[in-house]
């Protein structure tokens, strides 16, 4: 450990207990966002490059009923589950109404509760992204308050103040407001970020269902 980090250390280690606590809240506040960031991080990557390739494939020219076959035997997501649900109810609702428009109605409905749902997973966690980022700063500077009161209290009993006596209270009571703004900036950068790659999914998604919809109203026109 070089000299900065064993004063930090050793300002830490020494602080008073309500200030110790409110670090252990922040730490772990931290460690929960890094943990929400990676994750949320890799879903969105995989769900845009999943989105892309299978666009692709589907303005490929491929035959619908294929497509639709090859991917009910599958666990699937994003844009192939919106196909799969609406491809579904339209061939259902194709069978009972003779290819009607209320064929192509059900497979708007069932294509809408399926989109909302894959939005639904992927805004999962970003409020609480969203909390530890407006409310760690706010919790930081508690423990710098509380902290700023205990150094002052214990000057009550001392004949002559002094910047010595002072100075360690107050540094180690700063570096709770430190640690909530550490803990806060990577959480509202993130979540900022998160929130507008979900629009821009959720714009693709939404896209690609009125696109299909057109499709199917070409089949029973």
Request: net charge neutral; aromatic share 12%; proline share 2%.
């Amino acid at each position: 450990m070089n000299d900065s980090g064993q004063f930090y250390y050793e300002i830490i280690m020494s602080a008073s207990f309500p200030v110790k606590a409110v670090m252990v809240i922040l730490i772990l506040a931290s460690v929960w966002s890094w943990l929400i960031i990676f994750s949320k991080g890799r879903m969105l990557a995989t769900a845009q490059n999943r989105a892309k390739k299978f666009e692709e494939h589907f303005w490929s020219g491929v035959d619908l009923n294929k497509l639709y076959n090859s991917l009910s035997s599958k666990k699937n997501s994003g844009l192939a589950k919106i196909f799969e649900a609406g491809f579904k109810e339209f061939q259902r609702k194709k069978t009972v109404n003779n290819g009607s428009i209320l064929s192509v109605e059900g497979s708007d409905r069932a294509m809408r509760v399926a989109l909302n749902r894959e939005i639904e997973d992927m805004e999962s966690n970003l409020p609480t992204l969203a909390t530890i980022g407006s409310t760690s700063p706010y919790i930081g500077l508690f423990g710098t308050v509380v902290g700023i009161m205990l150094a002052f209290h214990a000057l009550s009993d001392v004949t002559q103040a002094t910047i010595a006596l002072v100075a360690p209270g107050i540094s180690e009571a700063l570096i709770a407001t430190a640690m909530g703004l550490f803990a806060a900036i990577p959480a509202v950068i993130f979540y900022n970020k998160f929130s507008d790659k979900v629009e821009r999914i959720y714009a693709q998604y939404d896209a690609f269902k009125e696109e299909f919809s057109t499709i199917l109203h070409r089949q029973i026109g």
